[in-house]
C-alpha cells in the first residue's frame, strides 16, 4: 500500500475523510522549488554517514511499502509524529498511544509518503550532506542530522499542537543540513536547475542566497497556513523552518569555536572534474 494513501486515512488510528480538494492541491506542491544539482564547497571523499542516512531512509521505505494496509497504518501511527498525541493524553490513551513515548519525534524522520518525497529528500542530502560530513566530522554531521530531525519535530509540534494527522519524512533534518551549509560555506556556488518554461537553466547561486530563497518560501508557506488552516495540506513547513534554524545556529556555535575538519574531500571545479587533494583539505577556508 502506499504510505501517503494511509496517512491520509490515519488519524489515531481511525480511518478519517480524505482531504478537501484545496488541500490536496496544498499536498500536491513541489516541496522544494529550488532543484540544487551541485555544490561547489569541499566534499567528503567518502560520504560515508551521508551514504548511510540515505540507505537508511530507502530501507525503511521499502519495507513500509511491502506492509499490508492495516500493517502501514498501524506504523504510520504509533512512530510518525502526531502532536495531539502529546497535548492530548486522555485522547492518545483511548486510541492505545503511550503520550509519553517520545521516540516518534525521531522515527518520523526515517518515514516518507511516496516515491518522490523519498528521492527528493535523498538527494537534497546527497547534494548538501558530503560538505557538511566533512567540515564537521563524520560523528559531527551525525549529530546535526539527528539533534536538526528532533529540533523540526519540536517546532512542528508547537506550531499544531492539536493536530491528529501523522507528520513524517527527513526535510527537517536536511532542512538542518541546509542551514548550516548556508553558515559554514556562504561563498560556495550551488548549480541549480531552473526550468524557463520547458528549457532547463543551470544558474550558479551562492550558497547563502540559494538557503535564503529556500527558508524565505519555507516561512511564507509556513505563516499562510497559520493564517488559513483549513487550506492546509501535507506539507510540514514549520518543520522546516525549525530545521533550518537549529542548522544554522549548529554551524555558526561550531565554525566559531571548533577546529578545523579533518576529513579528506574532493572539491568541484569549474571544468567540470572533481579535484582530489592528497591530504586533509582546509579547502573550507577560502569559501
Given at each position: 500500500?502506499?504510505p501517503a494513501a494511509a496517512v491520509d ?7 478519517v ?5 484545496a488541500?490536496?492541491q496544498?499536498?500536491?506542491r ?5 532543484f540544487p ?11 560515508l554517514?551521508?551514504?548511510g542516512?540515505?540507505?537508511a531512509?530507502t530501507?525503511v ?6 506492509l ?5 497504518q ?15 493524553p486522555?485522547l492518545a ?6 503520550p509519553?513515548n517520545w521516540w516518534?519525534?525521531?522515527t518520523?524522520?526515517f518515514?516518507h509518503g511516496?516515491?518522490l ?6 538527494w537534497?542530502l546527497?547534494?548538501?550532506g558530503?560538505?557538511?560530513?566533512a567540515?564537521f566530522t ?10 536538526g530531525a528532533?529540533a523540526?519535530s519540536v ?7 492539536e ?5 513524517l519524512?527527513a526535510?527537517g533534518?536536511?532542512?538542518?543540513v541546509?542551514?548550516a551549509?548556508a ?9 541549480t536547475i531552473i526550468l ?6 543551470f ?11 529556500w527558508?524565505a518560501?519555507?516561512?511564507f508557506q509556513?505563516?499562510i497556513?497559520?493564517m488559513?488552516?483549513?487550506?492546509a495540506?501535507g506539507?510540514a513547513?514549520?518543520a ?5 534554524a537549529?542548522?544554522?545556529?549548529f554551524?555558526f556555535i561550531?565554525t566559531r569555536?571548533g577546529g578545523?575538519p579533518?576529513?579528506a574531500t574532493?572539491?568541484?571545479?569549474p571544468r567540470?572534474s ?5 591530504a586533509r583539505?582546509?579547502?573550507?577556508e577560502?569559501?
Amino acid at each position: 500500500m502506499d504510505p501517503a494513501a494511509a496517512v491520509d486515512r490515519a488519524c489515531f488510528g481511525q480511518p478519517v475523510v480524505d482531504p478537501p480538494q484545496a488541500a490536496r492541491q496544498t499536498r500536491a506542491r513541489r516541496e522544494k522549488p529550488l532543484f540544487p544539482l551541485i555544490d561547489t564547497a569541499p566534499r567528503a571523499a567518502r560520504p560515508l554517514i551521508t551514504l548511510g542516512l540515505i540507505a537508511a531512509n530507502t530501507l525503511v521505505f521499502l519495507w513500509m511499502l511491502s506492509l499490508p494496509p492495516r500493517a502501514l497504518q498501524s506504523v504510520l501511527v504509533h512512530a510518525a509524529l502526531i502532536p495531539a498525541r502529546y497535548t492530548e493524553p486522555e485522547l492518545a490513551r483511548a486510541a492505545g498511544l503511550d503520550p509519553s513515548n517520545w521516540w516518534p519525534l525521531l522515527t518520523n524522520a526515517f518515514m516518507h509518503g511516496g516515491w518522490l518525497h523519498l528521492i527528493s529528500n535523498m538527494w537534497f542530502l546527497w547534494i548538501f550532506g558530503p560538505a557538511m560530513e566533512a567540515r564537521f566530522t563524520r560523528l559531527g554531521f551525525f549529530v546535526l542530522y539527528i539533534a536538526g530531525a528532533l529540533a523540526a519535530s519540536v517546532v512542528h509540534l508547537a506550531a499544531h499542537p492539536e493536530s491528529t494527522e501523522p507528520v513524517l519524512g527527513a526535510s527537517g533534518a536536511i532542512a538542518a543540513v541546509i542551514g548550516a551549509h548556508a553558515v559554514t560555506y556562504p561563498a560556495a556556488r550551488v548549480i541549480t536547475i531552473i526550468l524557463l518554461v520547458f528549457i532547463p537553466l543551470f544558474v550558479p547561486i551562492p550558497a547563502v542566497l540559494f538557503a535564503l530563497i529556500w527558508f524565505a518560501l519555507q516561512l511564507f508557506q509556513g505563516t499562510i497556513e497559520l493564517m488559513t488552516p483549513n487550506l492546509a495540506g501535507g506539507v510540514a513547513w514549520w518543520a522546516h523552518i525549525g530545521g533550518f534554524a537549529f542548522g544554522a545556529l549548529f554551524a555558526f556555535i561550531v565554525t566559531r569555536f571548533g577546529g578545523p575538519p579533518r576529513v579528506a574531500t574532493t572539491t568541484y571545479t569549474p571544468r567540470g572534474s572533481w579535484r582530489v587533494p592528497n591530504a586533509r583539505t582546509r579547502d573550507w577556508e577560502r569559501l
